[in-house]
């Protein structure tokens, strides 16, 4: 696995919103967490998936996540056709770099809804659903989704019959 930093830097807010996490498609550097590495070096070519976690507008998040760096590199997944998976507020840097255009999606429900606006003004067919797949994309309604995102890019990439047996394995109903 290989994390990614917002300038390379990690801070305690960096959780919540500055990386990018990618699973390297080779089983033998599948160990692997790099700290250091730069959306500029990142070559979707050697990874299976992209994720987009949300995070804190106060943090910077929209500013950082709505580049054209990161849009570039979301877009470069899409068209290599690989899964790319968002939680929560994680749906925008998509919907910003245009790869929801035409799809349905989902994003944070609470509050006044300007999240869910904002996604259908980038082309997305906003959906009330915790969480939706659609065509390689997922995407979710807030952070306590997180596992069923895992649960479903896992089902695209291994099939749902691995899947399930993770999910029945970490104790969860199938």
């Known amino acids: ?6 300038d390379g830097l990690f801070a305690p807010e960096s959780v919540a919103g500055f990386y ?12 692997r967490f790099d700290r250091n590495a ?8 050697e990874y299976a998936a992209l994720a987009v976690p949300g995070g804190f507008q106060e943090y910077g998040f929209y500013d950082d996540d709505f580049s054209d ?13 690989k899964p790319v998976a968002e939680i929560c507020v994680g749906a925008l840097p998509p919907g910003n770099a245009g790869v929801l255009k035409g799809r349905r999606a989902t994003t944070y429900h ?11 003004d980038f082309g997305a067919e906003v959906v ?3 969480v939706v797949a659609d065509r390689g994309i997922i995407t979710s309604t807030a952070p306590e989704t ?8 896992l089902a695209l990439l291994m099939g749902e019959e691995n899947a399930l047996n993770v999910r029945r394995a970490m104790g969860f109903p199938a």
Do not use: H, K
């Open 38 to 45: 730069q959306l500029y070096e990142v070559d979707p070519a």
């Open 128 to 130: 009330d659903e915790r």
């Open 69 to 81: 760096q990161v849009a570039s590199l979301i877009r470069a997944f899409v068209e290599a056709r």
């Open 110 to 120: 609470v509050g006044d809804g300007r999240r869910r606006r904002q996604l259908a």
């Open 146 to 153: 997180a596992v069923d995102v895992a649960l479903a890019l």
């Open 20 to 31: 990018r996490i990618g699973w390297p498609e080779s089983a033998e550097t599948s160990g």
């Open 1 to 6: 696995m290989t994390v990614i930093f917002r």
